[in-house]
């Protein structure tokens, strides 16, 4: 195992003082009132992805987004003006919740002329006005151009759709995303349009199953399986090449072994007869050159940066596909779990079947992480252990969950500040 | 009635069970198979593979004849099975009993 050299300070957790190095307190997943102060000072302030542009492809796609932890639900829309706008899901006439089908709380989607409230029948163009008062003049002084749907901000970064639930919001998105996520400027998402979409209710608090993927650590013990069983090492550990930290935001890269040129016993007959396999096809289509900040560290051979966008995004990059992982919570002790595969449009059969391999292979080990977290959250609300030891490998988990409490500190010492 | 290329009439007997357009109904399959029949499919399957590949790769990818799109559904099951076969002996993933993980989006075909 190559050891990939730290930075001077001796590790990458002491490269970051501010960290510290001492046990971290998990009580942050567990505690119902905690989860209340992250509803307002993280998910009604920071800016948070929605969907990429592909998702709304034509005037009028939309599709809407239950925020639970925000008690918000967003419209996001293609306008006429081929924009993408935000809305609150609400109806101006007596708060119906506007765009929805079957049932009011699950998200729903497709191409719309316009809005038609299922109540009363008032009516909203795409870009949101209200355009269609039923017996307007029963009304009392009633402005019809007053009455355009509730705007929620909203931004895009590379194709990335991000909306602030914020009145006001403190940050610009870029300025938000700071610069070493927007280092990916220039990859070519919007290139990588062959999509699969997974859904998971997991029983775990959002954080918990977002520290399984910023991590490697867990991957020898977790996952041995990723390696078949003729070239297993037992004690093997697992050293990334590269941490980096940045403003509310991580990130970390692997090396890459080419997988076709490793003898046969050191990949799956499924691998060996597809070419694909869990780091994906073997060979991915030539998309050019790519923007330096995909890998920060020049990690060379370069294998794959996950990026981990506060509060609840993170983008996995690859150099010719990428994965998504967005954490919705649901309570103190679930969450909502997005996953997207992005890839080039196959061209050929053979294409396609690298991609099913790569989609099939990301969802058995995927398994394996949910199938544990919901463990990890009910030893965690016995409350007999509080305090916990990281190692330098879990420096992003250290990282996030400091954040996180900053950022609640910093809500709480303004609330006392308007309350004093 | 025939459901693939008369090229791969061997793998005919399989292809009932196994010819699903959607990961959904993959899985499922998977998920309430017996690991005898998910060895007797991936054994007779995967030594085919490459040919079935070459076979399929002759036609335009977004206009495969009937019993060529059946193929290719054949060989999406392949993959479905192979972690069964492979790596857990077992239809489900250890360990993930309380857990499960839906695809609702996918390309086609
Ligand atoms: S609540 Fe929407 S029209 Fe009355
Ligand atoms: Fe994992």
Redesign the interface.
């Known amino acids: 195992m190559t050891q990939w050299p730290k930075p001077p300070e001796g590790s990458w957790t002491e490269h970051y003082p501010a960290l510290g190095t001492g046990t971290v307190c998990f009580d942050d997943s567990v505690s119902p009132e905690f989860y209340e102060l992250e509803r307002e000072a993280i998910f009604k302030r920071a800016w948070l992805n929605v969907g990429r542009v592909e998702d709304l492809p034509r005037i009028g796609s939309c599709f809407t987004k239950e925020i639970t932890i925000a008690n918000a639900s967003v419209i996001l829309v293609r306008g006429a003006d081929d924009e993408v706008r935000a809305f609150h899901n609400i109806c101006r006439h007596r708060g119906n919740r506007l765009v929805w089908s079957d049932d009011p709380h699950q998200e729903t989607g497709g191409v719309y002329r316009q809005f038609t409230c299922k109540y009363h029948g008032w009516r909203y163009d795409l870009q949101g006005a209200c355009t269609f008062v039923q017996q307007e003049d029963e009304f009392f002084d009633l402005d019809k151009s007053s009455c355009g749907l509730a705007p929620v901000h909203c931004d895009i970064w590379n194709g990335f759709i991000f909306v602030n639930l914020d009145a006001r919001p403190r940050q610009g998105l870029r300025e938000f995303l700071g610069p070493m996520i927007t280092g990916l400027d220039g990859y070519p998402f919007e290139k990588m349009t ?10 775990s608090n959002w954080k918990l199953f977002a520290d399984a993927f910023q991590e490697y650590y867990h991957v020898p013990s977790l996952h041995p ?1 990723q390696v078949p069983p003729a070239v297993r090492d037992p004690g093997a550990g697992f050293t990334c090449a590269h941490f980096q930290c940045d403003g509310p935001h991580r990130l970390v890269s692997t090396a890459g072994t080419r997988r076709w040129a490793l003898p046969e016993e050191c990949m ?3 691998e060996r ?2 070419r694909s396999g869990l780091v994906g096809p073997w060979e991915t289509p030539d998309v050019g050159a790519l923007p330096d900040g995909v890998n920060p560290g020049k990690v060379d051979p370069w294998g794959i940066s996950n990026f981990q966008v506060f509060p609840n995004l993170e983008i996995l990059v690859y150099a010719g596909w990428y994965i998504l992982y967005r954490y919705w919570p649901t309570s103190p002790r679930s969450h909502r779990f997005e ?1 997207t595969l992005g890839f080039h ?9 690298e ?3 790569a ?3 990301f ?2 080990f ?3 992480d ?3 977290l ?1 463990g990890t959250q009910a030893a965690l609300e016995t409350g007999v252990l509080h305090e916990f030891p990281l190692s330098d490998q879990e420096i992003l988990v250290r990282h996030f969950h400091k954040v996180v409490a900053d950022w609640v500190g910093a809500y709480r010492r303004e609330g006392i500040g308007a309350v004093g | 009635m025939t459901m693939l290329p008369t090229e791969f009439a061997d793998l005919e007997p399989f292809a009932p069970k196994w010819c699903l357009p959607s ?1 959904p109904g993959r899985y499922a399959m998977r998920l309430s198979s017996s690991m005898d029949e998910m060895y007797e499919f991936y054994e007779a399957i ?1 030594p085919r ?2 040919a079935a ?1 070459s076979h ?2 002759r ?1 335009d ?1 977004y206009g ?1 004849p009937e019993d060529a799109t059946n193929l ?1 559904h054949l ?2 099951s ?3 099975v ?2 069964p076969v ?3 002996g077992q239809p489900r ?15 086609a ?1």
């Open positions: 062959e999509h699969y979409d997974f859904v998971a209710e997991n029983n399986q799956y007959p499924i007869v597809t996953a449009p196959a061209r050929t059969v053979r294409q396609r079947v991609h099913e391999v989609s099939v292979v969802k058995e995927a398994l394996q949910a199938g544990m919901g | 990961e995967h593979a490459a590949i399929l790769e036609f990818l495969l290719l060989l999406y392949m993959i479905m192979s972690f492979e790596a857990w993933v250890p360990d993930t009993g309380s857990a499960s993980f839906d695809c609702f989006t996918e390309p075909p």
